[in-house]
């Protein structure tokens, strides 16, 4: 068998799409107590970590995802120091998290162990991170670690899985309630929010759990290979009013002099941008975009 394609790897989508890669050699494979967790070699897309079935990352294209859910916080929220990761075992997030300075702690809560033990042995690409002095890595339940924290943080990031299993309570109330507790009076909580094509009734239960708590809620998309249909999306939203456009300053960007695959300052502007399928589903759960910040 070669390295990277004799063998096809299928991900089934909400139950009416599947969509097949060609996979090779299995560098690891694991039953965790959450799931099974496997680093495949695959023909198109280098190294994938495919969680029961699903891809979660690929070395070709994580860093989109990894950009676009992390620096569009971090690019609004005015001075990022302490930030927690929930979920992102993978560490690409955190990766992304540490390219800004002002940065001085990254706590990253993942409930699977397992997940962090395969991409620190198989993908260096996301996982090297994971090393940087700045960043505690706490294997737990993000839903009980925001419960219980006496931590304070300015940016949350749930890069979540899928709302499945033991991912469910991520996309719930109490833990948004929570979350909205441990952020500082400016903070900025962006998650993960599944498919616009295929998921939209997750996209409104998560828009409306956002707006009973936070003054400024939005949703925005991003482009990627290997997400089935490739248009996903993230949501955001601020404690304290801070809005992604108007409070958004684009010379920020420039002066970052960070260098980007995905994420630029018209990106991040475009991304809120909505077509008009997903603004009929959740225009009526939106706040306004285009003012600045709404004071609190
Ligand atoms: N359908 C898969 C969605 C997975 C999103 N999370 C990926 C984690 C990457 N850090």
């Known amino acids: 068998m070669s390295d990277r394609g004799d063998r096809w790897l299928e991900e089934d989508q909400s139950g009416v799409l599947r969509v097949r890669y060609r996979v090779g050699k299995t560098l690891s494979s694991k039953r965790s107590d959450f799931q099974t967790v496997e680093i495949v070699e695959?023909?198109?897309?280098?190294?994938?970590?495919?969680n029961d079935d699903t891809v979660m990352l690929s070395e070709r294209d994580e860093r989109i995802y990894h950009e676009m859910i992390a620096h569009v916080p971090l690019f609004v929220s005015p001075r990022p120091e302490?930030?927690?990761?929930?979920?992102g075992g993978d560490g690409g997030t955190v990766?992304?998290?540490?390219?800004?300075?002002?940065?001085?702690?990254?706590?990253l809560v993942e409930i699977d162990g397992a997940v962090v033990e395969a991409c620190r042995e198989h993908i260096p690409q996301t996982a090297s991170a994971l090393g940087d002095p700045r960043v505690a890595v706490t294997i737990q339940d993000g839903v009980e670690f925001v419960a219980r924290t006496d931590e304070r943080f300015d940016v949350v990031i749930v890069d979540?899985?899928?709302?499945?299993?033991?991912?469910?309570?991520?996309f719930g109330a109490e833990f948004y309630g929570n979350v909205h507790r441990v952020l500082n009076d400016d903070g900025i909580v962006v998650s993960q929010a599944e498919s616009p094509f295929y998921d939209s009734e997750v996209q409104q239960g998560?828009?409306?759990?956002?707006?009973?708590?936070?003054?400024?809620v939005g949703i925005y998309n991003y482009s990627n290979l290997t997400y089935p249909g490739g248009l996903w999306s993230f949501s955001f939203?601020?404690?304290?009013?801070?809005?992604?456009?108007?409070?958004?300053?684009?010379?920020?960007?420039?002066?970052s002099s960070l260098t980007f695959h995905y994420y630029n300052a018209a990106v991040h502007r475009a991304a809120f941008t909505l077509p008009a399928f997903q603004l009929e589903k959740l225009g009526g759960l939106l706040t306004p975009l285009k003012e600045g910040r709404i004071r609190v």
């Open 95 to 107: 990766r992304e998290v540490l390219r800004h300075p002002s940065v001085v702690h990254c706590r």
């Open 42 to 50: 695959s023909a198109g897309f280098g190294r994938m970590l495919v």
């Open 237 to 255: 939203a601020s404690k304290g009013g801070l809005c992604p456009i108007g409070d958004f300053d684009p010379g920020r960007v420039e002066r």
């Open 160 to 170: 979540s899985s899928d709302p499945v299993g033991p991912n469910v309570p991520l």
């Open 206 to 216: 998560l828009l409306r759990i956002l707006r009973e708590r936070f003054p400024r």
């Open 82 to 87: 302490r930030v927690l990761v929930i979920g």
